[in-house]
């Protein structure tokens, strides 16, 4: 590879190994987050049929039908991946598929963030925690956002500093 730059990750592989080894990375990543969006989706489907469901009414039902949507919606989202493979596949376009499916799945792990605080301050409002639902919910939103976001923003603005 005379003449040619090493990349900054200081892999020494093809933009086509490079996009194999991001897609791999992406799936296992993704396999993650879409058993537990799958599962609490699952969960959700059957509360409606518990005789307890019955006794949601106004803005808890609603909150019930956000809560299911997100669900659906996250879900849907993080196997998005699965179509953008078998409509692309072949067509070398696996570097620019990487990086539209990486979108697509901080998308989907950002609904299903929205997901559990939703069913977690139905949860806790259904439990008679009033407005501690509201404060504890938030909370584990704000906790996520630390966590999924800010953290690795903070690594990554470490990992700058160090090459500067």
């Known amino acids: 590879m005379a003449g040619?730059?090493?990349?900054?990750?200081g892999r020494?592989?093809?933009?086509?190994?490079?996009?194999?080894?991001?897609?791999?990375e992406l799936l296992q990543e993704v396999r993650i987050a879409q058993t537990g969006a799958?599962?609490?989706f699952g969960f959700l489907?059957?509360?409606v049929f518990t005789e307890r469901f019955?006794?949601?009414?106004?803005?808890?039902?609603?909150?019930?039908?956000?809560?299911?949507?997100?669900?659906?919606?996250?879900?849907?989202?993080?196997?998005?991946?699965?179509?953008?493979h078998r409509l692309l596949t072949g067509r070398h376009l696996k570097p620019r598929m990487v990086r539209a499916a990486a979108r697509v799945v901080a998308l989907g792990i950002t609904l299903l963030a929205l997901n559990v605080g939703a069913a977690l301050l139905l949860l806790l409002k259904v439990a008679g925690l009033g407005a501690a639902a509201w404060l504890i919910s938030g909370?584990?939103?704000?906790?996520?956002?630390?966590?999924?976001?800010?953290l690795p923003l903070l690594v990554r603005r470490h990992q700058d500093d160090d090459r500067h």
């Open 54 to 84: 019955t006794t949601l009414h106004g803005f808890d039902r609603g909150l019930y039908v956000v809560v299911v949507t997100l669900g659906a919606v996250a879900t849907g989202t993080l196997m998005a991946p699965v179509t953008y």
């Open 12 to 24: 020494d592989e093809s933009a086509d190994e490079r996009a194999d080894r991001l897609w791999a």
């Open 38 to 40: 799958q599962i609490m």
């Open 139 to 150: 909370g584990v939103l704000l906790w996520f956002g630390v966590c999924w976001l800010l």
């Open 4 to 9: 040619e730059q090493r990349p900054a990750d």
């Open 45 to 47: 489907l059957t509360v």
